[in-house]
């Protein structure tokens, strides 16, 4: 081989390529199972190809055409699972060209939030005796957490001295919540109740795991409680609400007394201001809180 010839990388099968794409530690549980879903059709009819064989620019254009009966939401999901596999194998030397040039995500006009009445929700959560219950979704509504970010939060985590949580967030972004004194006396009873541990998983269930996975289970043999069994849990107090409906009113909220998007930003853990602007645009009582301030400022001439 001549001394300034670079040698050729070898060319996995797609399916071999997308087991390594989804190894990577930067992505969370949830984005590697969403991706392995989002890509399993392609997988299904290429995945023993070669890569520069199976993503190429027919395959991807026939891939999003078969997406185009589902809504904008999937539609662009899938086609950023896409985009961040052809990215990827680009990186690794494998694929010359990107075969999603001239293709583009759908729009998908974003609804306004769907929050609800804060007094209503301060009223059913007042309500909660159950104490591992109450300081779950007082914590879940009054950090503006997302379920997964709250239910993943260890008793490691939390620093009771400046009553915040370190939060591992959406995409594997770190951040702190902070809580009320309220709330973290319902925590502190919740955690005596359990006897006291120092360390394991914050919110479990109510009954010892049979099969729990090690990372998951705590000292005394109880599984983290899953997203599946919070809402289950949820609906018990609150039957036509969403879970995720606490979250969406407490930013909802907060916009509404006067957060900037910054703020809103730091509060959340979005990660763009972008995704803010449902909160904003359609928050009435923001909306009248500026328009009064500005008649504060500027009185017209009687």
């Known amino acids: 081989m ?13 399916r071999v390529a997308v087991e390594r794409f989804l190894a990577r530690a930067r992505f969370s549980a949830r984005t590697r199972q969403s ?35 589902h809504a904008p939401s999937t539609y662009n999901r899938r086609f950023a699972a896409l985009q961040s596999l052809v990215r990827w ?35 059913v959560l007042r309500g909660i005796r ?14 503006g957490l997302r379920s ?9 985590d939390i620093d009771w001295t400046e009553r915040c949580i370190a939060i591992q967030g959406k995409g594997a972004h770190p951040r702190e919540t902070f809580f009320s004194r309220r709330v973290g ?22 009954r010892r795991a049979r099969f729990p996975r090690a990372a998951d289970l705590s000292a005394e043999g ?29 930013i909802s909220a907060r916009a509404a007394r006067g957060y900037t998007e910054v703020e809103l930003k730091r509060f959340s853990g979005h990660t763009s201001l972008r995704s803010l602007e449902g909160y904003i645009a359609y928050n009435r ?10 008649e504060r400022r500027n009185p017209t001439e009687r």
Do not use: M
């Open 2 to 14: 001549p001394r300034s010839a670079q040698p050729v990388p070898l060319l996995p099968p797609l």
């Open 35 to 69: 991706y392995a879903q989002d890509l399993a059709p392609v997988l299904a009819q290429w995945g023993d190809v070669p890569v520069s064989a199976a993503l190429t620019p027919t395959v991807a254009a026939a891939f999003l055409a078969q997406q185009e009966r």
């Open 89 to 123: 194998c680009r990186s690794q030397g494998w694929l010359a060209e990107d075969p999603l040039v001239g293709l583009e995500r759908r729009p998908h006009p974003h609804p306004p939030p769907r929050a609800l009445d804060p007094a209503q929700v301060d009223a």
């Open 130 to 143: 159950d104490r591992r219950d109450r300081a779950l979704f007082w914590l879940l509504y009054e950090g």
């Open 148 to 156: 997964h970010e709250a239910l993943a939060i260890n008793i490691e």
């Open 185 to 206: 006396g319902y925590l502190a009873a919740y955690i005596k109740e359990r006897g006291e541990p120092t360390q394991g998983p914050l919110f479990v269930t109510a």
């Open 222 to 250: 109880y599984a983290r409680l899953s997203y599946r069994q919070a809402d289950t849990r949820w609906k018990v107090y609150a039957p036509g609400w969403a879970l995720h409906q606490l979250r969406h009113t407490a």
């Open 285 to 294: 009582e923001a909306a009248k809180r500026k328009a009064r301030e500005w």
